[in-house]
């Protein structure tokens, strides 16, 4: 990849970063493919990142749920709006789950207000 920059500005995991330098085919494959979903439907970008969220949660998935809340923040969904997407999968994915994607979606809350306090934007 050739920096380490999201669309938006923000800073790619260097996991991620170390990966698409290690298998940039993969990656532009993935990423066309996520360009290719977003298109094929009339579902706005802050609905979809709030999907993805829920999707994340059923999946125990940190990073890709901080991701997406960073992203649904970008795309203009609330705190609530975000909340709100973790909690629709208490009763579908349980407790402890819904729990710990709220934790991490908080720590992603405070990052973004960190950076934007401090002007670093990633």
């Not at 789950?97 to 720590?107: G, N």
Request: with cysteine.
């Amino acid at each position: 990849m050739a920096d380490d920059k999201t669309p938006s500005g923000g800073k790619l995991p260097k996991t991620f970063q170390q990966f698409t330098e290690r298998f940039p085919e993969l990656a532009a494959a993935h990423q066309q493919i996520g360009q290719t979903v977003d298109q094929i439907g009339p579902l706005d970008d802050k609905t979809r990142c709030l999907i993805k969220i829920g999707i994340c949660v059923g999946g125990g998935l940190e990073s890709a749920l901080r991701s997406h809340v960073r992203r649904a923040t970008q795309a203009g969904a609330t705190r609530e709006e975000i909340e709100q997407a973790i909690m629709l999968g208490m009763n579908t994915v349980g407790f402890p789950r819904t729990v710990a994607a709220w934790s991490w979606a908080k720590q992603q809350f405070l990052r973004d207000d960190h950076n934007a306090s401090s002007g670093d934007g990633d």
